[in-house]
T-cell receptor, first 110, second 114 residues
Framework: RKEVEQDPGPFNVPEGATVAFNCTYS??????FFWYRQDCRKEPKLLMS???SGNEDGRFTAQLNRASQYISLLIRDSKLSDSATYLC???????????FGKGTKLSVIP | EAQVTQNPRYLITVTGKKLTVTCSQN?????MSWYRQDPGLGLRQIYY???????DKGDVPEGYKVSRKEKRNFPLILESPSPNQTSLYFC?????????????FGEGSRLTVL
């Protein structure tokens, strides 16, 4: 089983739609979780951290389910500018290494 | 401006011709790392460094070398490049004990080996 798995997409959604991505991780010792955003041919940038209690940043909501070992990202009221690849990132306890998922591509269409 | 700077941004070279991709950060970060990104394979770590003179292999170190003689610089060396090293390379840095887990990436170096 791969360490961090994501549905590659693409997800093609109309403007204003709500879209959700899931990501599963295999190491139960993982402790820190993040979503990064990567625009086409650009570098990845941190979108948000994922906290145990769930957290929200504007139109973006991240949730963690430790029992099932998955994290999710919900985007409400999608904008054209949300079109990007979203990378799930996991850090394992005792290691400083971040493990990246392969990313889920989102295209928001007018 | 806080940033990670990579050079060159684009390079076309031939098999066997040694090349170095430089990476420099101005944020006083202890941790630096190199990744390559290939279609369908995502970001894979090549080498990382927790501090000056401390380097370790990542997931795909074969064919690469690194050095960390200064805190701000972490060059990636391809002694004898081969076509399978054609890829998009990213350098990244962060504080070693970063609570946010935020890695700061350079803009990437697109390398083509003919």
């Amino acid at each position: 089983r791969k360490e961090v798995e994501q549905d590659p997409g693409p997800f093609n959604v109309p403007e204003g739609a709500t879209v959700a991505f899931n990501c599963t991780y295999s190491n139960s010792a993982s402790q820190s979780f993040f979503w990064y955003r990567q625009d086409c041919r650009k570098e990845p940038k941190l979108l948000m951290s994922v906290y145990s209690s769930g957290n929200e940043d504007g139109r973006f909501t991240a949730q963690l389910n430790r029992a099932s070992q998955y994290i999710s990202l919900l985007i409400r009221d999608s904008k054209l500018s949300d079109s990007a690849t979203y990378l799930c990132v996991v850090n394992t306890a005792g290691s400083y290494q971040l493990t990246f998922g392969k990313g889920t591509k989102l295209s928001v269409i007018p | 401006e806080a940033q990670v700077t990579q050079n060159p941004r684009y390079l076309i070279t031939v098999t066997g011709k040694k090349l170095t991709v430089t990476c420099s950060q101005n944020m006083n970060h202890e941790y630096m790392s190199w990744y390559r990104q290939d279609p369908g394979l995502g970001l894979r770590q090549i080498y990382y460094s927790m501090n000056v003179e401390v380097t370790d292999k990542g997931d795909v170190p074969e064919g690469y070398k690194v050095s960390r003689k200064e805190k701000r610089n972490f060059p990636l060396i391809l002694e004898s490049p081969s076509p399978n090293q054609t890829s998009l390379y990213f350098c990244a840095s962060s504080f070693r004990d970063s609570p946010t887990g935020e890695l700061f990436f350079g803009e990437g170096s697109r390398l083509t080996v003919l």
